[in-house]
């Protein structure tokens, strides 16, 4: 962990570009100060069928889920939670303009009792 | 808040209607009473590879994950989910004809304090 | 119950083969002696879109979700964890020789008053 997951209605395809979104979060994960650069993952999946709202065609949604290790303070995951969540809106500023699109964002801690992770990654970026 | 996400086997396709599927659940999840109109958002994860009970190529499933606002008694939030089970095994009543498939459905609460959300459509729906 | 679900980067597509993870994992739960084989589904996730660590084009992760009927006993869950982790560590091994990998599991336990479930393969396989 970190792991961000964003789901999103497949008729985003053209009006948002989902690979600079990840991008995006992953800065704003890694301004956060909360997470090693190393460990960020974040991803979109894509939704083929949906049904949103009132079931306009135009009706769209992005669900961006965050996992993280346990132990932070409330304090700091709101900050980081804030972070994501503006750099999120402001990826989506142009939808926000019309009446046809909803962001959602959760964070939820893992049982750290049952949770497994191996890294090749870390120890490239650490030096070691 | 609410999101459905649909997980299924892609085995499905050709012999289950993901998009109505969404659409019925929509319908359920607005019969239960307890969500607002704009704010429900349900969706369909096609999954390619998958392995299932004893491997049969007919062998299917579908898994249903509903995240909902905290705060609902346990009486509503089990009416809403009979209700929404309900219509999903409804929807996939030729499939239980074999004994070759499976469904759940599982509701969970994320943490309000740590959820973020921004909705361009309630205005619409709500003439506010 | 159980429930499985790889999430991955697109990238891992022809480096490693996610239908034979799935069977992996699979053989593996079952190893582990808590779960009924018509109960087992596990499937992949393909992530189109994602921005891992440092961004490399090379860098690729796979996060395996179980979620588990509630009631086993920590000592179950942790050794069974540790199977399954095994097991994708054995299939990832290639890519531990690289390094632009990371690999995580987490188990949880959704709430069994909040789920349902209605299972068409249970009776033929348990020849009832």
């Given amino acids: 962990m970190p792991h961000l997951t964003i789901e999103y209605s497949g008729n985003l395809d053209g009006r948002s570009d989902m690979a600079g979104l990840c991008r995006s979060l992953h800065a704003a994960m890694l301004d956060s ?3 090693e650069l ?3 993952r974040v991803r979109a999946v894509r939704c083929e069928d949906y049904a949103v709202a009132d079931l ?3 009706n769209a949604f992005a669900d961006l889920r965050l996992r993280i290790g346990a132990g932070r303070s ?3 995951k ?3 939670g804030e972070m994501i969540f503006a750099a999120a ?3 989506f500023a142009p939808l ?3 009446p046809h699109f909803a962001l959602t964002l959760d964070i939820s801690e893992p049982d750290p009792a ?3 992770k191996k890294n090749a990654i870390h120890p490239r970026l650490r030096g070691t």
């Fill in 33 to 35: 100060g909360l997470f």
């Fill in 38 to 40: 190393g460990a960020i």
């Fill in 56 to 58: 306009l065609a135009e």
């Fill in 74 to 76: 409330v304090a700091d």
């Fill in 78 to 80: 709101t900050r980081a």
């Fill in 89 to 91: 809106t402001a990826h």
């Fill in 96 to 98: 926000f303009e019309t």
């Fill in 114 to 116: 049952l949770s497994w």
